[in-house]
C-alpha cells in the first residue's frame, strides 16, 4: 500500500511539473510571437494592436488549459478523502515562513506586465484544500477580472514547491482543511 501511495504521488509530482513547463511554454511562445510582431511592426499602428491582442488571448488560453489539466490530475490523485463529519479545528493551518512570506513569494511570481494591468492592489481571496500531510491542491482564486485570475492560480503552482504549509490541526493531529487567505497583491511596473 505504502508503494502505491508513493508512485501516486511521484506521477502527480512529475505531472504537475509538466504543467508548470507548460506555462513556461505558453510564455516563449508570446514571447517568441511578440518579438516577431514588433520586428514586422516597428511603429504603432492599429493591426500591431490586434495582433498583439491576438496573441495575448492566446497566451490566457493556454494557462487556462493548463490550469484544467492540473485540476483534472489532482482530482485523480487526491487520496485523503474528508470525513464524514467536519472535525472541529484547534489550529488553523499556516505557512511555514508565514503569510507576508507566502504573499511575497506569490507577488514575485505573478507577471501581468503583458496584459498592461496595474489595479494596485488587487484584493483576491485565494482558496485551497490542504490535505493532512501539507500538500495544497484545488486552487482557486477569486477576485475582479479572471484573466489575472488564472495568472494568480499559475504563480501558485509555480512556487507551490519553494515552501511548505502545515496542516489545520484538531486536538494536536493533522486534518484536511480548507485554507482560504484574503490577500492584496501589487503589480507595480
Not at 503583458?114 to 484544500?129: E, G, H, Q, R, S
Request: with cysteine; aromatic share 12%; glycine share 2%.
Amino acid at each position: 500500500m505504502k508503494r502505491l501511495l508513493a508512485l501516486v504521488f511521484i506521477i502527480s509530482f512529475v505531472f504537475s511539473q509538466a504543467q508548470i513547463s507548460e506555462f513556461d511554454k505558453a510564455d516563449s511562445r508570446y514571447e517568441r510571437k511578440k518579438k516577431a510582431l514588433y520586428k514586422k511592426y516597428p511603429k504603432p499602428n492599429d493591426l500591431k494592436t490586434k495582433q498583439e491582442w491576438l496573441i495575448t488571448e492566446e497566451k490566457i488560453s493556454a494557462y487556462k488549459n493548463a490550469l484544467d489539466k492540473i485540476y483534472e490530475e489532482e482530482n485523480k490523485a487526491v487520496t485523503d478523502v474528508p470525513p464524514p463529519v467536519a472535525p472541529k479545528i484547534t489550529k488553523e493551518a499556516e505557512y511555514a515562513t508565514g503569510k507576508a512570506s507566502f504573499q511575497k513569494l506569490l507577488n514575485e511570481a505573478v507577471d501581468l506586465c503583458f496584459l498592461n494591468f496595474a489595479v494596485n492592489p488587487y484584493k483576491i481571496t485565494l482558496k485551497f484544500t490542504l490535505d493532512s500531510k501539507g500538500n495544497a491542491y484545488h486552487v482557486k482564486v477569486k477576485g475582479n477580472n479572471e484573466d489575472v485570475n488564472a495568472f494568480i492560480e499559475a504563480a501558485f503552482y509555480r512556487i507551490k514547491d519553494k515552501g511548505k504549509w502545515k496542516p489545520a490541526e484538531s486536538n494536536g493531529r493533522p486534518v484536511l482543511s480548507v485554507v482560504s487567505l484574503p490577500l492584496q497583491l501589487n503589480f507595480s511596473k
